[in-house]
């Protein structure tokens, strides 16, 4: 019988979370059902109620089936849960009642995380998110023992084994250069800079003490480091695998929906927007995401966006940002388990692909507004909607995207699509 881990609550202060109601997770996500589920909505004989099956079944698993705007069937119009209203919370999915935790296992212990996705984390709303170790156990506990079974530790690079404490003076060290008094845009730069010394250095020859020492060489080298080399704006080539990075942490085809179009269209339809995000033509539409959202912006517009947060919103944007990628550090979401299986490396670099993704989505958020700048709104809608893939897509940890990611490492590139989302001009 496998040994119950401990949970490690998460270490990022001041993050807030309690649920508001607001049934955006409701409206936005498919929801994934166990076996456990699928009894329970058995036995409370929705079929009956509903005139149709309320689970559908794709790429075979099963899920909850969704409406047209892909909303959830047991959605209700004040944006509350039809299960559980009727029946109580311990009644809905376990993947419903789970989120916006997230539990990262490895070797010797779970990592309790949380999900940008939920407009409350966002915000930073509710109660203080270090203490509800309890309640994440309590949900595990009635059905997801992969949650709280032992996982190997993340390699420190791929087809490296990390030795005893590498992992954790990584983790020490870049969140210490995250929460450092220099400019959000300097920290994001030195990240970057740090993702892509680490890609291409020999760490062979450096383990144990030596790791540490490499570290606070590169560190100590911050931020003098970023003005040596003068840094050219992105090419064609590499802004176009910087949209094709947002495109595959944004389409969602939504195909369990009721009345949605057959597998063959909605594949035809996706490689069509594929190729309109591939070309980026500056007078074209950006596809909207679900139909939705956000409406009206043109790829030229977006190109021509400040890449500048708005003056009155700054202290709260890096607020959110530093925070933001805290919690996917110190809550196992950027290698390991609670990354695709990532190594340390790699996953570092991976992260830097989604901060400047986050970057374009802001401004693609700004410019669908009319906006000048990027404001705090806009970050918000950004983290959350590029949060919201992290660690639960599995085409991020394809071949595609492994492709797109060294592509980016070579002549700086992640450095310089890094710089034109978040320099201050």
Not at 106 to 114: E, F, I, K, Q, Y
Not at 285 to 305: C, E, K, Q, S, Y
Request: with cysteine; charged share 25%.
């Amino acid at each position: 019988m496998p040994v119950q881990l401990p949970i490690l609550p998460l270490a990022t202060p001041n993050q807030r979370y309690s649920c508001h109601g607001c049934g955006s997770c409701c409206r936005d996500f498919s929801v994934q059902l166990r076996d456990a589920d699928l009894q329970r909505i058995e036995s409370q004989q929705w079929h009956t109620e509903l005139g149709f099956d309320p689970v559908v079944r794709f790429r075979g698993n099963r899920y909850l089936r969704q409406r047209a705007d892909g909303g959830c069937v047991f959605l209700e119009p004040d944006g509350k849960c039809r299960i559980h209203a009727r029946h109580g919370f311990s009644e809905k999915p376990l993947a419903c009642q789970m989120f916006p935790y997230t539990l990262s296992p490895d070797a010797h212990a779970s990592r309790l995380g949380v999900s940008f996705a939920c407009g409350s984390v966002t915000a930073n709303k509710g109660d203080l998110f270090r203490g509800q170790e309890a309640e994440a156990l309590r949900i595990a506990l009635r059905g997801i023992p992969e949650a709280l079974t032992a996982a190997p530790d993340a390699a420190l690079a791929r087809g490296m084994r990390s030795q005893h404490g590498e992992l954790d003076s990584l983790e020490r060290r870049l969140v210490r250069w995250i929460d450092s008094a220099h400019p959000l845009h300097i920290r994001i730069d030195g990240l970057g800079w740090m993702a892509q010394s680490l890609a291409a250095a020999r760490l062979a020859s450096v383990r144990g003490d030596r790791w540490n020492e490499l570290l606070d060489i590169l560190l100590g080298a911050l931020p003098d480091e970023l003005s040596m080399k003068a840094l050219q704006a992105p090419s064609i080539r590499q802004l176009a695998m910087l949209r094709g990075a947002v495109f595959a942490r944004t389409e969602d085809p939504k195909p369990l929906a009721l009345g949605a179009p057959s597998r063959a269209r909605a594949t035809l339809q996706q490689f069509i927007r594929s190729m309109q995000w591939q070309r980026g033509r500056p007078n074209a539409l950006v596809p909207t995401i679900d139909g939705v959202w956000p409406r009206g912006a043109r790829f030229g517009a977006v190109d021509a966006m400040s890449p500048a947060i708005g003056a009155g919103d700054a202290t709260e944007i890096d607020e959110l940002v530093t925070r933001w990628l805290r919690a996917r550090l110190e809550g196992g979401r950027v290698w390991g388990s609670g990354a695709y299986g990532w190594s340390a490396v790699d996953g570092v670099v991976a992260l830097m692909l989604e901060v400047a993704a986050v970057g374009w989505v802001a401004r693609w958020h700004a410019a669908a507004t009319g906006a000048r700048a990027v404001t705090l709104a806009d970050m918000q809608a950004a983290v959350g909607r590029i949060d919201r893939t992290a660690g639960r897509a599995p085409w991020l940890a394809g071949a595609a995207e492994r492709w797109r990611i060294a592509y980016l490492l070579r002549d700086d590139g992640m450095r310089r699509v890094l710089r034109a989302q978040w320099s201050t001009g």
